[in-house]
Structure formats: structure tokens, C-alpha cells
């Protein structure tokens, strides 16, 4: 499965608003369109994710991801803050690239793994963070993927 | 929806992370990508979810239990009219519900809360 194929244009979200942690995580979630006390829900799970460990791998990307009983398929979403975040990093450093990952805690295909590492191998790739920052459009981010994640 | 419905779902999806740091793919890539420390994560997952089942009223804690032991997930998703826990069809819609939620109901052929998605 190519990462391209996971993501739609309207999951994809480049000018994010929130100065927090917290308040990147509501935005992000707020991409999936679910309804109030999903969106809850799925909120407390991702942030007991995090208090486990920063999801911020470093490079300016964060991969804030879980399962929940709140989807019923593997969700994805992106966002870009710009002017970049406190997520309290492994490097430290402001994120400004957040990649959301929402899986049922079965699934038939059983792609949320191999999905997650497929973005960490990504956002490792030594050009991605800056091909990232350039971006300007939803589509110029599923072509990046498109050819940096064949 | 239900309070404890809600609780039930916190519950599932602290158990599915608390399972995705046992083994396999779901370890490696938390202790490896992530740098998680995993046993120090999983215990605090543990606490956790002990806390949670306090919030659990008495009937619905025994039940909990009960269908724990027997079944492994407690509530399970309802989706297209199909019963996650035993894959049957379940009747879910009742005339002029808004939240189909808002009641705390099991499948009638396994046992498990189930959590009907729209």
C-alpha cells in the first residue's frame, strides 16, 4: 500500500493554528471529521500516547498516532504549523510537520504498523523536512509522497 | 452517549496500547522510532487503566470482569449492522434516535457492549 493512497486532499492541512500540544492534536483530529464525543475520545487516547513519550521523532516531524475504537478503518491525516511547536521532541527542537495515524484495534488489512513505519521512514529521508516547508498546496504534499514513498 | 460506554471505549483503546507494547511490530517501532521505554510505558498504561476501571460502577465493573475473562474484549464495534466481537448481524436502529449510543447495549449473540459507528 503506498502512503499516497491514504491520504485526500481534504485530510491535509498546511496552515495549522494552535500554539499547543494540545491544541495541535484537536486540529489534526479535527481533519478525520468525526463527531464530538469521538473527537474526545480520541483525544484523551492520543494524549495518553503522548505522556507515554513525545511522538516528535526529531527533524522538526511528529507522528501522534494510536489505535481507537472510535474509527472504523485506518485514518490519516496531515498538518503543517509553519511557525512550528513545542512537542517536546527526542531532539528538542519545534515540530512543524505532523502526521496523524487513527487505527481500529482490528483490522482486517492490519496496515497500521506498517503504515506507521512507513512514515517514520519517510520523515527520515534527509530532504523530506524541507520539501515539507515548501510546500504550497494539498496536492504539491500527495506528490511529495507520491515520490518519496513509492 | 453513555458515560460508561465512554469509559468502556477509553478502557478498549488504553488495552489496544497497552497490547501494541507487548510484542511484535507494534514494540519495535515504539522502542525504536519512538524511544519509548517500553516497560516503564506499560506500566503506566496499567495504572491507568486500573484508575479508569475504578470509574466503573459495581454491576458494570462485575460484567466487565465477566465478559473479560471469557470473551477477551469487553465492547466492540457495530458496523453496517455487524457485530465486531462475532461478525453477525445485530438489529441496531431504534425509530427517531439521534445517538444510537446514548444507551448502554450488548449484542444479543455474544455478549459484548457493543458501540454502534455511524
Given at each position: 500500500m503506498k502512503l499516497r493512497e491514504l491520504?485526500?486532499?481534504?485530510?491535509?492541512?498546511?496552515d495549522l493554528e494552535s500554539e499547543t500540544k494540545d491544541g495541535l492534536l484537536k486540529e489534526l483530529i479535527s481533519l478525520l471529521q468525526l463527531d464530538e464525543k469521538s473527537e474526545a475520545i480520541l483525544f484523551k487516547t492520543l494524549k495518553r500516547r503522548e505522556n507515554l513519550?513525545?511522538?516528535?521523532?526529531?527533524?522538526g516531524i511528529a507522528i501522534p498516532h494510536c489505535r481507537s475504537l472510535v474509527v472504523n478503518r485506518l485514518r490519516l491525516a496531515y498538518g503543517r504549523?509553519?511557525?512550528?511547536?513545542?512537542?517536546?521532541?527526542i531532539d528538542g527542537q519545534p515540530v512543524y510537520n505532523f502526521f496523524l495515524i487513527v487505527a481500529p484495534p482490528l483490522e482486517v488489512s492490519n496496515q497500521y504498523l506498517p503504515v506507521l513505519g512507513k512514515i517514520a521512514q519517510f520523515a527520515k529521508d534527509p530532504v523530506v523536512p524541507e520539501r515539507l516547508q515548501e510546500i504550497e498546496s494539498a496536492d504539491a504534499f500527495l506528490a511529495l509522497l507520491e515520490e518519496k514513498a513509492p | 452517549m453513555h458515560p460508561q460506554l465512554m469509559l468502556l471505549l477509553e478502557l478498549q483503546d488504553l488495552r489496544a496500547q497497552h497490547r501494541e507494547l507487548e510484542e511484535g511490530a507494534g514494540l519495535d517501532i515504539e522502542a525504536g522510532t519512538f524511544n519509548i521505554d517500553v516497560e516503564r510505558a506499560a506500566a503506566q498504561l496499567q495504572e491507568k487503566i486500573a484508575e479508569l476501571e475504578e470509574g466503573l460502577s459495581p454491576p458494570m465493573r462485575s460484567r466487565y470482569e465477566r465478559v473479560m475473562q471469557s470473551l477477551g474484549r469487553v465492547v466492540v464495534p457495530v458496523i453496517n449492522g455487524v457485530c465486531y466481537g462475532c461478525f453477525v448481524s445485530i438489529a441496531t436502529a431504534r425509530a427517531g434516535?439521534?445517538?444510537?449510543?446514548?444507551a448502554l447495549t450488548s449484542c444479543e449473540h455474544c455478549g459484548r457492549f457493543i458501540y454502534i459507528l455511524p
Open positions: 491520504f485526500t486532499a481534504n485530510v491535509v492541512s498546511l513519550g513525545s511522538t516528535g521523532i526529531g527533524k504549523k509553519p511557525a512550528g511547536v513545542d512537542f517536546k521532541a | 434516535e439521534q445517538d444510537p449510543n446514548q
